[in-house]
Nanobody, 123 residues
């Protein structure tokens, strides 16, 4: 079964940091481009970030450039999202996903396989 298990979310004050993890099972992240998506209440889903399977290309939404870093650990079959200088507007449920193609301009299609992890940033 193809699955992601996201973890690492929580409640943090503005300016704080969190590191989200996304453990993949049923497939190897070596073979796919991986992305993170945020769903906030009342807002459209936002493609937060992605990384190409060879690690040569990354993408970040404008609102979080310079604060978030995506990475993967192939040995652990896990993707990460390091989030620094968090703001209340970063609040939402974060999902990782297999994306169709990660480019410097982002990605179009994606399939989330996990339940997400909740991030709440208080002001």
């Amino acid at each position: 079964e193809v699955q992601f298990v996201e973890s690492g979310g929580g409640l943090v004050q503005a300016g704080g940091s969190l590191r989200l993890s996304c453990a993949a099972s049923g497939f190897s992240i070596d073979d796919y481009d991986i992305g993170w998506i945020r769903q906030a209440p009342g807002k459209e889903r936002l493609g937060v970030s992605c990384v190409s399977r060879d690690g040569s290309t990354t993408y970040y939404a404008d609102s979080l450039k310079g604060r978030f870093t995506i990475s993967t650990d192939k040995a652990k079959n896990t993707a990460y999202l390091q989030m620094n200088s968090l703001k209340p507007e970063d609040t939402g449920t974060y999902y990782c996903a297999v994306v169709s193609a990660c480019t410097a301009a982002g990605y179009v299609n994606y399939v989330p396989y996990g339940q997400g992890t909740q991030v709440t940033v208080s002001s």
